[in-house]
């Protein structure tokens, strides 16, 4: 008997934060929709937190991130969640639509090439 309520219990907290980590997505492609970009940042965070050991939604996260960054204007910061996308999953849906993305700001004057890629500082580091 007593096994199976810690089974019981066990199954439940898992439902529960794969619920959560439902509830959360949900808000925030609605926010999205309402343009509320700092209320979609929230609520990733929050996807952020209940899906660690759910690896498969990270890709579907981070693609709404970056179009709420693209949203606010912060197009640099946009492509490097993109390219993060392509190289953390490169067969992945949401890499493919990251690779659009990254195309699309080109074209539309957004990132200049090269410029778009971070690169480490070549000044002296303040002491």
């Given at each position: 008997?007593?096994?199976l309520i810690v089974l019981a219990l066990a199954?439940?907290?898992?439902?529960?934060?794969?619920?959560?980590?439902?509830?959360?997505?949900?808000?925030?492609?609605r926010a999205y929709d309402r343009g509320d970009c700092e209320k979609v940042m929230l609520e990733l965070s929050q996807v952020d937190r209940t899906?660690?050991?759910?690896?498969?939604?990270?890709?579907?996260?981070?693609?709404?991130?970056?179009?709420?960054?693209?949203?606010?204007?912060?197009?640099?910061?946009?492509?490097?969640i993109y390219q993060y996308l392509i190289a953390q999953?490169?067969?992945?849906?949401?890499?493919?639509?990251a690779r659009a993305r990254l195309q699309?700001?080109?074209?539309?004057?957004?990132?200049?090439?090269e410029a778009a890629m971070a690169r480490p500082t070549s000044t002296t580091p303040w002491r």
């Open positions: 008997m007593r096994a199954t439940s907290v898992v439902g529960c934060t794969r619920w959560s980590m439902d509830h959360h997505l949900n808000n925030a492609y899906s660690r050991a759910r690896p498969f939604v990270h890709p579907e996260v981070s693609m709404l991130r970056g179009q709420c960054l693209e949203r606010q204007k912060l197009y640099v910061d946009a492509a490097q999953y490169p067969q992945n849906e949401y890499a493919y639509r699309t700001l080109e074209q539309l004057g957004h990132l200049r090439g």
